[in-house]
């Protein structure tokens, strides 16, 4: 190994070591928030029962199959789950150091951008510390970048580059709906650059790799083909009813400052001065018709065009934060290529600086809220643990805190077999109720039932407004925990009187 090779290899271990003991830190603390505990919900399921749950969510299965099988090696503790996620977090650092070099960035372009994005944690909804699939998403919307590129570059029809990029893009879309964003920009990004080329050369010399995209394009649509049905059902569900806010102009201004800048909004004099500099960096690799700045400024950009201008023509907001990840791992790399391109070391320097300590801002105010206690649902499960017997019953009020002290009494010991029930209203409108496709039917009651008809002899509530009806029970006892933020989870216990 040369000596400039080490030194390469020595940088990224470093970045990975870094990053990995940022997104590491008081990784099992935070409790398991809504999505995570569907998360893991799915994966307590068979494989068969998994795919016919999935129906009932807004995103598709790759990702939950995998965390499955992340599971049944290493277990389903917060670490764990989460855990995968931290894995592509770090993959995604290599793939955007090589992605960096084959759009012809430097090296010292590349290893900027790897080290923004290893510092870089989002102030809410961190995809790397977030049991869920937007971190597998970043790394594929990255490979996918590269095997294009790649592929490009070897300019054949049949190639094994194309046959990976079709393959990466049926897996990125199988992942998260937004991969049809990047997709696109990806598209629009090959019909332009292969325009150019033909121009400056012949038809002919661009006829492979046209075909080539074709058929890699084609392979993706085959494989997606079996989720259709499914997509559209899931689509029509969102048309109906979807929980994502309505799309103003403050929302997506602060969406747009946190996820250009990596810092929490502030006012508007902050937004104007970073728009007015990320504006001239992008006039400026624009005017220069850098290939790569372009490439990566479609995929930075498009996503935000497109969910914006379908959720204003739908009538249905489909625009959300965590959604534009994908697109936020492209505006690193075009941090590289503008790293590159600049001038001698000075511009560099001031520049970089400037950048990193924007980043390292937002990762220690991203990390202040991270508790340093177990979370207060944990705390109840082992209470719960100690304190329940035979011919118990828990009610929960959601889907959601149903999964949730599924989890945390699994993880304090309580068999699987304890009967949890969530109260649901039969008169919801559709799609009102949050992640109820996760449940079995065993899990749901309706409003007014009484537990006695079941021959439970105590109830335990997690929630003060459901209490037994019938004069025949009486409250017992009833316990709060509480969480570092000041959130309280009540526990009641009710008997038959």
């Known amino acids: 190994m040369n ?3 080490a030194h390469r290899v020595a940088g990224l ?6 990053a990995c003991m940022l997104r590491c830190d008081r990784l099992a603390r935070p ?28 995103h598709p299965p790759l990702y939950y199959l995998i965390l499955k099988g992340w599971t049944a090696l290493l277990g389903d503790s917060a ?10 977090a770090l993959a995604s650092i290599l793939v955007l150091f090589a992605l960096c070099r084959e759009a012809r960035v430097g090296v010292s372009g590349a290893f900027f951008a790897a080290l923004l994005f290893a510092l870089h944690l989002a102030p809410a909804d961190e995809p790397s510390r977030n049991a869920r699939m937007y971190s597998q998403g970043v790394f594929l919307a990255g490979l996918t970048s590269w095997l294009l590129l790649r592929a490009l570059r070897s300019n054949r029809t049949f190639d094994g580059w194309w046959l990976g990029y079709g393959l990466a893009v049926a897996a990125f879309c199988y992942t998260h709906y937004y ?6 920009a990806q598209t629009l990004f090959v019909v332009g650059d292969l325009a150019a080329r033909a121009f400056k050369r012949s038809v002919a010399s661009v006829r492979p790799s046209l075909l080539g995209f074709l058929l890699a394009g084609g392979l993706a649509f085959l494989l997606f083909i079996p989720w259709l049905p499914v997509w559209w059902k ?9 929980w994502i806010q309505p799309v103003t102009y403050d929302h997506a201004k602060r969406v747009f400052f946190t996820w250009s800048s990596g810092l929490a909004y502030g006012d508007a004099v902050d937004l104007y001065c970073w728009s007015l500099l990320l504006l001239g960096c992008i006039l400026w690799v624009a005017t220069r018709r850098d290939r790569a700045g372009l490439f990566f400024l479609l995929q930075a950009s498009l996503p935000w065009l497109l969910s914006l201008a379908l959720s204003a023509w739908s009538g249905r907001p489909i625009f959300h934060e965590r959604y534009l990840f994908f697109a936020q791992f492209a505006l690193f ?13 000075i511009p560099r320097l001031g520049f970089g600086c400037f950048l990193v300590a924007l980043t390292g801002s937002g990762m220690w105010t991203a990390r202040e809220p991270w508790p340093t206690h177990p979370p207060a649902v944990a705390d109840a499960a082992a209470f719960l643990r100690d304190r329940y017997r035979d011919g118990d019953v828990i009610w929960t ?14 993880q304090a010991g309580l068999p699987a077999t304890i009967p949890v029930r969530c109260f649901v209203s039969p008169f919801q409108p559709p799609g009102h109720i949050v992640h109820l496709g996760s449940l079995r039917g065993e899990d749901i009651e309706w409003q007014e039932y009484n537990p006695k008809r079941r021959g439970f002899a105590r109830v335990w509530s997690t929630n003060e407004g459901l209490t037994p009806s019938g004069d025949s029970w009486r409250e017992v006892a009833r316990w709060m925990f509480e969480e570092e933020s000041g959130e309280r989870l009540p526990l009641i216990l009710y008997e038959r009187s």
């Not at 398991?32 to 807004?58: I, K, Q, V």
């Not at 991969?179 to 696109?184: E, M, N, R």
């Open 3 to 5: 000596a400039s090779l």
């Open 13 to 18: 271990f470093s970045l990975l070591a870094l």
């Open 31 to 58: 409790r398991l928030s809504n999505d995570e505990s569907f998360s893991w919900r799915l994966t307590t399921y068979s494989t068969s029962e998994l795919l016919h749950h999935m129906p009932g969510d807004a």
């Open 79 to 88: 670490v764990a789950l989460r855990g995968l996620s931290v894995f592509f």
């Open 179 to 184: 991969a049809f964003f990047t997709v696109a």
């Open 234 to 242: 899931q689509t029509m569900d969102v048309k109906q009813g979807f």
């Open 333 to 345: 790399a075009f941090w590289g290529v503008v790293w590159n391109r600049l001038p001698g070391w």
């Open 397 to 410: 009020s959601s889907p959601s805190e149903l999964n949730r002290l599924r989890y945390y009494a699994a």
